[in-house]
């Protein structure tokens, strides 16, 4: 049984006080869906805070990136074992920023998910096709390449714990959400990839979460479709109102 994931990607905002009362904030929410596992995933130099924050909660804490050397020369960079020291237990990973405004290419990312497993970290591995590969016909071709190259190497027993957000990048931060049918198709779609790729029993295990655009009023029709297994939510996570609802909305199409 997939239990639903519901997580907030801060991106590159707040201050460190902001951080601590948006955590504070999302408690009463994320104590009321047992149902739900609500996570955070502020930037990195909150975290030890936000961590001390959420002592005592069950609310999971995240990085939006990491890289995959364990230590070393690697001026401005973050391990993984540094992460799981300040209290993380996912990593966001090949999120759409990093492939296309840094350039962060499949191999790379492939090395960072494997480095977090091995640093007991769950990486959420973003995939998802921009608007103009969505239009030429190709989102099957592209989220089959970030699925089958994100997961190269890992054994089943590794895969069945990963997340993955399928994020249309036409939809991040625009406004637009992908419909329920267009969601549902891809996430469909993946599901039958980690099948073959593993097996059924491994693909069942996988969340498959959906990112772009979730907010409190379209959230439950998202939520509801069977294969959608929670939400990556970026603008709309970094208010307690409208997360504490994402959150609400998120127990009620699971209940
Ligand atoms: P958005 O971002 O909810 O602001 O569209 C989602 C994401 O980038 O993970």
């Not at 993380?88 to 962060?104: P, Q």
């Not at 979460?209 to 996570?237: C, I, R």
Request: proline fraction near 4%; charged fraction near 20%.
């Amino acid at each position: 049984m997939r239990k639903m994931f519901i997580c907030g990607n801060w991106k590159m905002n707040t201050t460190a006080a902001e951080a601590v009362r948006l955590l504070d904030g999302l408690k009463p929410a994320a104590a009321a869906a047992p149902a739900v596992e609500v996570g955070a995933c502020p930037p990195f130099v909150y975290l030890a805070g936000a961590s001390a924050a959420l002592k005592g909660s069950a609310i999971a804490l995240g990085a939006q990136n990491m890289y995959f050397e364990a230590s070393g020369a690697f001026t401005g960079e973050i391990s993984a074992s540094m992460l799981t020291d300040v209290g993380c237990k996912y990593v966001i990973l090949g999120h759409s920023e990093r492939r296309h405004v840094f350039g962060e290419g499949d191999e790379l990312i492939n090395k960072k998910v494997r480095a977090a497993f091995a640093a007991g970290l769950i990486p959420i591995l973003c995939v998802g096709e921009l608007l103009e590969e969505r239009e030429s016909g190709n989102t099957e071709a592209v989220v089959k390449r970030h699925v089958t190259e994100g997961l190269r190497g890992l054994a089943a027993s590794d895969a069945a714990r990963i997340v993955i957000a399928y994020e249309p990048v036409w939809a991040i931060g625009t406004g637009k959400t992908a419909t329920p049918e267009q969601a549902n198709d891809v996430h469909v779609f993946i599901r039958g990839l980690l099948a073959e790729l593993y097996d059924v029993e491994t693909a069942s295990a996988i969340r498959i979460q959906y990112g772009g655009s979730v907010k409190p009023d379209n959230t439950f029709d998202l939520m509801s479709l069977p294969e959608v297994d929670g939400a990556l939510v970026g603008g709309a996570s970094l208010k307690v109102d409208s997360f504490s609802q994402i959150i609400k909305e998120a127990a009620r199409a699971c209940s």
